[in-house]
């Protein structure tokens, strides 16, 4: 249609109306194969990094292949140095130094990388049933249910009564053996559907079956323990006591996989936070030169509200950013109060199947770029720093001056429920933030689906946001 035959309305509703539209429609087919390409190594990464040490082992590596270098404290460093600081095996900091003063400033992108999963008790091993299992205590928000007639992996770290310690990662190569949470079968299970759907797995039944087995001995008790205390001993050197100083988690044990026959999509475990943590690592790691110190937070703990000395209710980042500050002799809270934040955390995608959840103005959709959150909460925006709409505005200029596609996004209707993010311990340093972060479809769910063009375009969004010399 020519600018001539369009009506009034038309032309008018082209010049002020909000478009949005499916970037599977609009972006070039080259763009959409750069998306597929950096996705491959995403998936990579998700399966190297199911546990946040793993995590932390992970990016270390990546960014000492990159030019980090562990950060020394009361050093002064120059524009362009690369440093890293790793806090407890559990969090990281990357900082690529910038041309201009710490006193005008940093940028900052947060992450987690710790995601819903099973921990195992202090005590977990017991024999009922002439079976050896397992006792978890669940690890942030899950749909209990979900989690039963699955193949698990163990992971972590155990400290034996020596002080040594020993890591765990059992159930994810070739030949493995796994671990599940059985569950009743439908003939037999008449009484436990009429349980509600939360309490249909209650929180003591997720118990890991782990063995069957018994010690060949007719004089000692509890003998499918005791067997699988001699299989532990002779793996790890483990007793029945180093349980007690362990760190083991039960996760999924199957690899990030495409999604759909298109195979525009990822499903995998740990996409809450992975996703927003991997695309601000390499963000980070292509970041040179900046004119603004850029700095990257890797933090554990805020699918428990971020507490714990290596969650961001810690005040680790502010010792980070202090210790930088006082090397340059700059006080530290004048680095702060003109510093700028991107909470980078995924925000809750529209799902057909639930719309009622959502308000369909207000909510992110996939392939519709990385969504931009200015307030997380519940209810009446409690637990959330609501982003000013100065800072909204400068960071949309900024995304739609450099190509990045994005869109804005509720975290469900008002009164539907909720949830938060780590903007608000930023916030309370006096830095100004905003969420911003890719689409997920089934969160917390042990099979999680984002959309790889979300993926690449909350890349480009943090690479931006470092780039940007205003």
Request: with cysteine; glycine share 8%.
């Amino acid at each position: 249609m020519s600018e001539q035959t369009k009506t009034q309305a038309q032309l008018l509703q082209e010049k002020l109306a909000l478009k949005r539209k499916n970037l599977g429609q609009e972006l070039p087919d080259s763009t959409i194969g750069e998306a597929d390409a950096y996705c491959e190594q995403y998936k990579c990464f998700l399966d190297n990094a199911k546990t946040e040490r793993e995590a932390v082992d992970t990016i270390e590596q990546m960014a000492k292949d990159k030019g980090f270098v562990l950060y020394e404290q009361g050093k002064q460093y120059q524009p362009g140095d690369r440093v890293y600081y790793i806090n407890r095996r559990k969090a990281v900091i990357l900082a690529v130094m910038g041309k201009r003063s710490l006193a005008e400033g940093v940028r900052i992108a947060a992450a987690h990388i710790d995601s819903p999963r099973l921990d195992l008790k202090p005590q977990p091993l017991y024999e009922d049933g002439e079976m050896a299992l397992f006792k978890t205590h669940y690890y942030g928000g899950i749909k209990k249910y979900q989690w039963t007639a699955m193949p698990l992996s163990l992971h972590g770290r155990v400290v034996l009564g020596d002080g040594t310690f020993v890591d765990v990662k059992l159930g994810e190569d070739e030949g493995d053996p796994v671990f599940c949470i059985t569950d009743l079968l439908p003939h037999l299970a008449n009484e436990q559907m009429k349980r509600t759907l939360n309490e249909g797995i209650k929180g003591e039944e997720l118990n890991i079956l782990v063995g069957s087995r018994p010690f060949k001995d007719d004089k000692a008790s509890e003998l499918c323990k005791l067997n699988i205390l001699r299989l532990l001993n002779e793996k790890y050197g483990m007793t029945e006591a180093d349980f007690l100083s362990a760190e083991l988690e039960l996760v999924p044990t199957y690899k990030a996989k495409d999604v759909g026959f298109d195979r525009s999509l990822i499903g995998s475990y740990g996409q809450d936070d992975r996703v927003c943590a991997y695309t601000a690592l390499t963000a980070t790691l292509e970041c040179k030169d900046p004119e603004y110190t850029a700095v990257t937070v890797l933090t554990d703990k805020e699918e428990i509200g971020s507490d714990g000395n290596t969650g961001l209710n810690s005040a680790y980042l502010q010792y980070f950013i202090q210790s930088l500050a006082d090397a340059e002799g700059v006080p530290y809270y004048q680095v702060l109060s003109h510093s700028q934040c991107l909470s980078a955390d995924v925000n809750a995608a529209f799902d057909p199947t639930w719309p009622d959840v959502m308000d369909p103005r207000n909510c992110a959709r996939i392939n519709y770029g990385v969504v931009v959150t200015k307030y997380t909460g519940a209810r009446g925006k409690s637990g959330t720093s609501d982003a000013s709409a100065e800072f909204v505005g400068q960071i949309r200029r900024l995304f739609d001056e450099k190509g990045v596609k994005w869109q804005i996004g509720e975290l469900g209707k008002v009164d539907a429920g909720g949830g938060g993010t780590v903007a608000m311990f930023i916030a309370a340093l006096n830095v100004d933030v905003v969420d911003v972060g890719v689409p997920v479809l089934s969160m917390h769910a042990p099979f999680e689906v984002v959309s790889k063009i979300d993926v690449y375009m909350a890349h480009n969004a943090f690479s931006a946001f470092f780039a940007d010399g205003q």
